[in-house]
């Protein structure tokens, strides 16, 4: 990731703390492409990253920038990767992690950030609840806040996603991008860099259609964008085997639905049986194991398909966000669910 560094906000080497994350692979889907009908089905797998996951970026970043600016303890409400990306690069720094997490979280994102010295709040609800609770506890101390887009270094990691596709595509773009949508970073985050690299002159205005995806429990950027609205509404009772995907409202949704509007894209929720299926789909089919968050994108290309966002020669370009290895419960699940979409 640091091979973009003129372009990162860490001004000195000896502030880079760094994992070896980014730069991770875009593999072709063929067989699964074949068999569902698509000419050009490639999917960047972020499960290479540091702890497994893509918040390995936003927190090299993040914690690369808070060493540089002295920082001694840092927070933030997780739904489970980010806290790990969190507690991993903190002790890398020698910055102390509290991190809130809803106390359904998958077990390994837990055991993960238990394991690299971190200090751990389970929190009964979701990341919201998570939220208030790590607000009312940090009210008086130091602590930084690494919460999404409540400071704009984890950003600035993310937008590394858009760099490296433009570089693996021979400094060009896909047609579309599909992505699943929690938190939303990284969708803005490549958003950003496309406009970066437009006004460095080496890449023109052309842009993919960019797809947000969310589970059907927790689906406030689909309400949105279905409505036609710029920002969301909070999401009552989310539910989702996809955690990440469990953001009842996204703090930048004006970003995210703005992104989607510009791009002539658009947002599709998919239930959380369709992720399972599509999590033993692609493993049978490619031997990729998706985390649920990014089963949600394969889930999602029939109603591309369908919504004629996609065409047959169109390059689609989906994100695995994370590994299934982290989420034992619905690989479970996925075991015994048919193959078939």
């Known amino acids: 990731m640091w091979r973009y560094q003129e372009l990162l906000p860490v001004l000195s080497d000896s502030n880079i703390i760094s994992l070896g994350e980014g730069f991770t692979p875009?593999?072709?889907?063929?067989?699964?492409?074949?068999?569902?009908?698509?000419?050009?089905?490639?999917?960047?797998?972020?499960?290479?990253?540091?702890?497994?996951?893509?918040?390995?970026?936003g927190l090299s970043a993040?914690?690369?920038?808070?060493?540089?600016?002295?920082?001694?303890?840092?927070?933030?409400?997780?739904?489970g990767n980010a806290g790990a990306a969190l507690a991993a690069y903190g002790?890398?720094?020698?910055?102390?992690?509290?991190?809130?997490?809803?106390d359904d979280t998958p077990r390994v994102n837990i055991v993960e950030c238990q394991v690299y010295g971190a200090d751990v709040h389970l929190v009964r609800g979701n990341i919201s609840d998570a939220a208030k609770a790590m607000n009312a506890e940090r009210a008086g101390t130091s602590w930084f806040d690494m919460s999404t887009l409540k400071e704009p270094y984890r950003l600035e990691g993310k937008k590394t996603l858009g760099f490296e596709i433009v570089e693996q595509f021979g400094w060009g773009l896909p047609d579309v991008i599909v992505y699943p949508t929690g938190g939303g970073t990284g969708l803005i985050g490549m958003w950003k860099a496309f406009d970066e690299l437009q006004q460095l002159g080496w890449i023109g205005d052309q842009?993919?259609?960019?797809?947000?995806?969310?589970?059907?429990?927790c689906a406030p950027?689909?309400?949105?964008?279905?409505?036609?609205?710029?920002?969301?509404?909070?999401?009552?009772?989310?539910?989702?085997?996809?955690?990440?995907?469990?953001?009842?409202?996204?703090?930048?949704?004006?970003?995210?639905?703005?992104?989607?509007?510009?791009?002539?894209g658009c947002a599709?929720?998919?239930?959380?049986?369709?992720?399972?299926?599509?999590?033993?789909?692609?493993?049978?089919?490619?031997?990729?194991?998706?985390?649920?968050?990014?089963?949600?994108?394969?889930a999602a290309l029939p109603l591309?398909?369908?919504?004629?966002?996609?065409?047959?020669?169109?390059?689609?370009?989906?994100?695995?966000?994370?590994?299934?290895?982290?989420?034992?419960?619905?690989?479970?699940?996925?075991?015994?669910?048919?193959?078939?979409?």
């Open 268 to 298: 599709l929720a998919v239930d959380d049986e369709e992720i399972v299926r599509a999590i033993r789909l692609v493993a049978s089919t490619e031997g990729i194991l998706l985390s649920p968050e990014g089963a949600s994108t394969i």
């Open 221 to 264: 950027i689909v309400k949105a964008f279905e409505s036609g609205l710029t920002v969301s509404e909070f999401w009552n009772d989310a539910a989702t085997i996809a955690s990440g995907l469990r953001v009842p409202k996204a703090f930048a949704d004006s970003l995210i639905l703005k992104a989607i509007y510009d791009s002539g």
């Open 207 to 217: 842009r993919p259609k960019m797809v947000s995806v969310q589970a059907k429990g």
């Open 91 to 102: 002790a890398a720094a020698g910055i102390f992690p509290h991190i809130y997490m809803p």
């Open 62 to 79: 993040a914690v690369s920038k808070a060493k540089e600016l002295d920082v001694r303890e840092a927070c933030m409400p997780t739904a």
């Open 304 to 341: 591309l398909r369908d919504h004629g966002v996609v065409q047959s020669e169109s390059r689609v370009l989906l994100f695995n966000t994370g590994s299934g290895l982290k989420y034992s419960e619905v690989l479970l699940l996925a075991a015994v669910r048919p193959t078939s979409m």
């Open 26 to 57: 875009i593999l072709p889907l063929t067989r699964l492409a074949v068999s569902l009908g698509f000419g050009h089905l490639l999917m960047k797998d972020e499960s290479f990253n540091p702890t497994g996951s893509f918040k390995a970026r």
